[in-house]
């Protein structure tokens, strides 16, 4: 039962262009989203997140959106750089206590910025 | 500020034998998270420590598997008689006392099962 999916196996796109990552979710219970970048051979990194209180959430370059309604959430990236090519993992939890660190993974979206 | 460290990066074992992982939260964090990555697939949970306390295993698979989160030392995740299976990269995260949602994960430890 796959609680979080990002449908995209894979994005490619410009530099300086935009690029938009999806992720869907079918628990309502959900109510903290993040997002994490990885790079091979690496541990992922927190990226940026939003609360279920919100419907976007920007931090330079990045922004999310989120529409409870629908359980999407998107993940803007504006201007694409190279350096941006990684694999990026949706996440989501549940409200806070013990399930706070409980986060569940999309599958990924493997993110390739072409100069 | 060292990150989560996580050792050894990578391990081999034959089927049947035991595999240690450890993990070293950043400093001043008092919650350990394990996740398991299979090969083409997302980071899924396993287990939450906090110090000489298990919080959620409801991620751990119901047999070999077992975590620990000493008084003193790393947090261990343990995997007596490994199979092939449980080949996968072994991340570890932490968070701060005040969790945020926010995990700081360590560089993973790769486990190959021959």
């Known amino acids: 039962d796959q609680q979080v999916k990002q449908n995209s196996p894979s994005l490619s796109v410009q530099e300086g262009r935009i690029s938009i990552l999806n992720c869907d979710y079918t628990?309502?219970?959900?109510?903290?989203f993040l997002w994490y970048k990885k790079y091979p051979a690496e541990g992922p990194t927190f990226l940026i997140s939003?609360?279920?209180?919100?419907d976007k959430n920007e931090d330079g370059r990045f922004t999310v959106f989120l529409n409870k309604s629908a359980k999407h959430l998107s993940l803007h990236i504006v201007p694409s750089q190279p350096g941006d090519s990684a694999v990026y993992f949706c996440?989501?939890?549940?409200?806070?206590?013990?399930?706070?660190?409980?986060?569940?993974f999309g599958q990924g979206t493997i993110l390739t910025v072409h100069p | 500020n060292a990150g989560v460290m996580q050792n050894p990066r990578h391990l081999v074992r034959r089927r049947g034998q035991e595999a240690r992982l450890r993990c070293s939260p950043m400093?001043?964090?008092?919650?350990v998270y394990w996740y398991r990555q299979l090969p083409e697939e997302g980071l899924k949970f396993m287990v939450y420590?906090?110090?000489?306390?298990?919080?959620?295993e409801s991620g751990m698979p119901k047999e070999r598997f077992s975590a620990e989160f000493p008084k003193e030392g790393p947090s261990i995740l343990r995997i007596q008689q490994v199979v092939r299976g449980d080949s996968a990269a072994y991340f570890c995260?932490?968070?701060?006392?005040?969790?945020?949602?926010?995990?700081?994960f360590g560089e993973g430890s790769r486990l190959t099962v021959l």
């Open positions: 995260a932490s968070s701060p006392p005040s969790g945020t949602g926010e995990l700081f």
């Open positions: 628990n309502s219970m959900f109510d903290y």
């Open positions: 939003i609360s279920s209180i919100k």
């Open positions: 996440a989501a939890s549940g409200a806070g206590g013990t399930s706070y660190g409980k986060l569940t």
């Open positions: 400093k001043g964090h008092s919650h």
């Open positions: 420590l906090q110090k000489e306390n298990i919080i959620d």
